[in-house]
């Protein structure tokens, strides 16, 4: 994750923003096609010409390496309405939480990703699978993404039964993998390269978030930092009186920051003024950083950019 902040120092100004519209409005675009050829058989030939076919992008039709994101993931009805607004929900919040870039990467390695598993398959089996492709391993990436970041979020499974996101992006992935070991011993292997490829973005964000949610990666200070907060949490939690709190203060009274160990005050060097309660970063680690206090908690408790939205509230 050092790198993808390094590298949004240097080009992060010309990430999209509002890249959730833009995704909803090709597959809006792809819908308006499909009725369009449903309507009249004249059209029916859009889509054609519109697949990520390697073997047709060798010969010169280089559309194609962009134009298979107006094809639709499934048929238009009523739960592909009730589809586009939960992604433009979740991908709207995964945005927000990550920031422009880091979304950005995350869907575009995705897109990328698609296109080399296309050739990597034409390369090896000289079969042009370029029709199996369509947007919907981007909409699976992104719910997959907010489940990685919001796991102990509750969605109304079937608008009746509360579940938690994590358990349906479980029985996503148990779906995929019922799908390859279905399918035919001739597309078995195509599918699970189609599937490798296609979410690449996020089994490659599975594994760096997993040092970002442990302590891998930090300086001593913030391990203690986030050693201390989750033995409050876990204190409070069990009934103990909240005295103990380590970050201990109201709303608007003077907290004593030398009590979360890094930036020390003692021997004169700049003392922080912002640090995340999870995380322990400070600007003084990184100046891009964003801090807020949030309102749900009960406590002067401030968090970065990174865990204001997914951190447990203190009550």
């Known amino acids: 994750m050092n790198f993808l902040r390094k590298l949004e120092q240097k080009i992060g100004k010309y990430a999209i923003h509002h890249l959730t519209v833009y995704i909803i409005m090709t597959y809006v675009a792809g819908y308006i096609l499909y009725f369009m ?7 029916q030939s859009v889509f054609y010409y519109l697949t990520l076919s390697p073997s047709l992008i060798l010969k010169g039709q280089v559309w194609r390496l962009v134009s298979w994101w107006l094809i639709p ?29 880091l979304y ?45 970041t919001f796991p102990d979020q509750q969605m109304l499974f079937m608008f009746v039964i509360p579940i938690r996101i994590k358990y349906l992006a479980i029985l996503d992935i148990v779906y995929l993998v019922y799908d390859v070991v279905s399918a035919s011993a001739v597309m078995r292997i195509p599918r ?24 891998h990666g930090m300086s001593r200070s ?43 005050t003692t021997d004169g060097k700049r003392r922080p003024i912002h640090r ?9 680690d990184d100046p891009n950083l964003e801090f807020r206090f949030c309102s749900k908690c009960n406590g002067n408790y401030e968090y970065c950019q990174d865990h204001l939205y ?6």
């Open 37 to 43: 050829a449903s309507m009249n058989p004249e059209y």
């Open 73 to 101: 993931p499934s048929s238009l009805n009523i739960w592909t309405i009730v589809m586009l607004i939960c992604y433009f929900q979740l991908g709207t919040l995964l945005e927000r939480t990550w920031g422009d870039f």
């Open 104 to 148: 950005n990467v995350y869907i575009f390695f995705g897109l990328i990703m698609t296109v080399a598993g296309a050739f990597l398959l034409y390369a090896f089996t000289g079969v042009d699978y370029g029709q199996l492709f369509s947007t919907y391993y981007v909409s699976l990436s992104i719910f997959l993404g907010f489940a990685m």
């Open 192 to 215: 699970i390269i189609m599937i490798v490829c296609s979410l690449a973005g996020t089994i490659i964000f599975f594994f760096l978030t997993r040092g970002m949610r442990g302590m």
């Open 222 to 264: 913030q391990r203690q930092t986030r050693k201390n907060f989750r033995r409050y949490m876990n204190g409070y939690n069990s009934g103990q009186q909240q005295s103990s709190n380590p970050y201990s203060g109201q709303r608007g009274q003077k907290i004593d920051r030398t009590t979360f160990g890094a930036g020390g």
């Open 276 to 284: 995340c309660a999870v995380c322990g970063r400070t600007e003084l």
């Open 310 to 315: 997914n951190h447990k509230h203190v009550q």
